[in-house]
Nanobody, 126 residues
Framework: QVQLVESGGGLVQPGGSLRLSCAAS????????IGWFRQAAGKEREAVSC????????SYSDSVKGRFTMSKDNAKNTVYLEMNSLNPEDTAVYYC???????????????????WGQGTQVTVSK
């Protein structure tokens, strides 16, 4: 059974940093297309960052480019999202997602991912 479990969310002041983790079980994240998404209250879920199955060069949405860094530790079967210079607009529930092995190209569409974590809340506020 595939499980993705996010952690690391919390309350942080504007300008602060957090590192989110997404640990996988029943499924290896190596050679998988993986994405980080977020959903703010009352808004649609949106892509934040994603990585194709066979490269180590994540892509980022314009809203987080230069502030967020996605990385992967295959030995720990975990992906990370390092978030710096956080602002209130980053407040959301953050999700990691992965595609089935046959679907190797990452994308920004939520409908194209097969496995999802339960999400972790990130709140940026004074």
């Amino acid at each position: 059974q595939v499980q993705l479990v996010e952690s690391g969310g919390g309350l942080v002041q504007p300008g602060g940093s957090l590192r989110l983790s997404c640990a996988a079980s029943g499924f290896t994240l190596d050679y998988k297309a993986i994405g980080w998404f977020r959903q703010a209250a009352g808004k649609e879920r949106e892509a934040v960052s994603c990585i194709n199955s066979r490269d180590n060069s994540p892509s980022y949405s314009d809203s987080v480019k230069g502030r967020f860094t996605m990385s992967k530790d295959n030995a720990k079967n975990t992906v990370y999202l390092e978030m710096n210079s956080l602002n209130p607009e980053d407040t959301a529930v953050y999700y990691c997602a992965a595609k089935a092995p046959s679907r190797t190209v990452a994308s920004v569409s939520v409908h194209e991912y097969d496995y999802w974590g339960q999400g972790t809340q990130v709140t940026v506020s004074k």
